[in-house]
T-cell receptor
Framework: GDSVTQMEGPVTLSEEAFLTINCTYT??????LFWYVQYPGEGLQLLLK?????DKGSNKGFEATYRKETTSFHLEKGSVQVSDSAVYFC?????????????FGPGTSLSVIP | SQTIHQWPATLVQPVGSPLSLECTVE??????LYWYRQAAGRGLQLLFY??????ISSEVPQNLSASRPQDRQFILSSKKLLLSDSGFYLC?????????????FGSGTRLTVV
C-alpha cells in the first residue's frame, strides 16, 4: 500500500543554518504531496503542498519539489530560525476514494538553537 | 472561511471512566471528518473517519468509538478508558470526493488517563 518515509530525527541546527528534511514515498498513480508542521502543544498545520510532478510548494521560506523520478518531496529552508522548532510531517493523498485518506510519515523533530 | 473546533483542550480522567470528545466544523458542508491519535513521541494513527452523517469507518480495533450525529459534528467516545488511551487526539476535516487539498486540523485534546 501507499506509504511515506522520513529521515529519522531529532534534528538540531543552529540559527541561520540550512535545513533539509528528506521524504520519500511509495504510491500508485499520481498522489498529492504535503508537508505539515506541528508546533509544541498544537495541532498540525498545512505548511505547503504540490499536486503534480515538478511542482514546487513554498511557504514561510520553506520549499519542496515533487520529484516523481525519485519519488521524493524533500523539505528545505535556506536559513532556519528558533521559531521553526517543531515537528514536521510529510504526507501524501492519492484521492482514489471518497474519503480521501492522507498517509502521514512518522514526523521529524527539529530544534533550532540560538 | 472554514474553521474547526475541538474541546476540551486538556483532560485528565481516571481509568474506567467514560470519555466524550467533540469536534465541530464551520463554514463548509458535507466534510470528510477524521479522528487521529498521537501518542507521546510518536506519529499519527488514524482512528476513525466519516464521509457523512451516521457513516463511521474504523481503522484500528480498540475500546473507542465515534459518532457523527450531525453533518459538521464528530464525537469520539469510550465507555471505559484504559491507561493506553492517553495521548493527543486530533480532529481533522477535508473536502470530499477525491480532493487534494489535504486536511485542516483542530488544535487537539491532550488526554491523560490516570
Amino acid at each position: 500500500g501507499d506509504s511515506v518515509t522520513q529521515m529519522e530525527g531529532p534534528v538540531t541546527l543552529s540559527e541561520e543554518a540550512f535545513l533539509t528534511i528528506n521524504c520519500t514515498y511509495t504510491a500508485t498513480g499520481y498522489p498529492s504531496l504535503f508537508w505539515y508542521v506541528q508546533y509544541p502543544g498544537e495541532g498540525l498545520q498545512l505548511l505547503l503542498k504540490a499536486t503534480k510532478a515538478d511542482d514546487k510548494g513554498s511557504n514561510k521560506g520553506f520549499e519542496a519539489t515533487y520529484r516523481k523520478e525519485t519519488t521524493s518531496f524533500h523539505l528545505e529552508k535556506g536559513s532556519v530560525q528558533v521559531s521553526d522548532s517543531a515537528v514536521y510531517f510529510c504526507a501524501l493523498s492519492n484521492g482514489k476514494t471518497s474519503y480521501d485518506k492522507v498517509i502521514f510519515g512518522p514526523g521529524t523533530s527539529l530544534s533550532v538553537i540560538p | 472561511s472554514q474553521t474547526i473546533h475541538q474541546w476540551p483542550a486538556t483532560l485528565v480522567q481516571p481509568v474506567g471512566s467514560p470519555l466524550s470528545l467533540e469536534c465541530t466544523v464551520e463554514g463548509t458542508s458535507n466534510p470528510n471528518l477524521y479522528w487521529y491519535r498521537q501518542a507521546a513521541g510518536r506519529g499519527l494513527q488514524l482512528l476513525f473517519y466519516s464521509v457523512g452523517i451516521g457513516q463511521i469507518s474504523s481503522e484500528v480495533p480498540q475500546n473507542l468509538s465515534a459518532s457523527r450525529p450531525q453533518d459538521r459534528q464528530f464525537i469520539l467516545s469510550s465507555k471505559k478508558l484504559l491507561l493506553s488511551d492517553s495521548g493527543f487526539y486530533l480532529c481533522a476535516w477535508a473536502r470530499g470526493a477525491g480532493s487534494n487539498y489535504g486536511y485542516t486540523f483542530g488544535s487537539g485534546t491532550r488526554l491523560t488517563v490516570v
